[in-house]
Nanobody, 122 residues
């Protein structure tokens, strides 16, 4: 199982940008699809987006299309979530996950990070 660690969260103002990073341990990072999920206080964890193991395909939740972008550098065992035009409703803990399929369902994702807090003030 690959261990994951997110970083890059923080407190920003509406309209600002942030880039989250997800670093994986071991040499299997590039063998899995990588997804980002988020969980706001009092809400269930929700899918943000996913990138295929090769980086050739991405899918996003409707609420982030055009604002967020996922990328990965398998040589560095690192994935990224670039977040632009942030809104207060984007406030949540953001988690990266590795899985066997590039889907929005959290079921196929067996490795999860501890999360990084993103807070967007209005």
């Amino acid at each position: 199982q690959v261990q994951l660690e997110e970083s890059g969260g923080g407190l920003v103002q509406a309209g600002d940008s942030l880039r989250l990073s997800c670093v994986g341990s071991g040499r299997l990072f590039g063998s899995y699809a990588m997804a980002w999920f988020r969980q706001a206080p009092g809400k269930e964890r929700e899918f943000v987006g996913v990138i295929s193991y090769s980086g050739g395909d991405t899918k996003y939740a409707d609420f982030v299309k055009g604002r967020f972008a996922i990328s990965r550098d398998n040589a560095k065992d690192t994935g990224y979530l670039q977040m632009n035009s942030l809104k207060p409703e984007d406030t949540a803990v953001y988690y990266c996950a590795l899985g066997t399929r590039a889907v929005s369902d959290p079921g196929p994702y067996g490795s999860w990070g501890q999360g990084t807090q993103v807070t967007v003030s209005s």
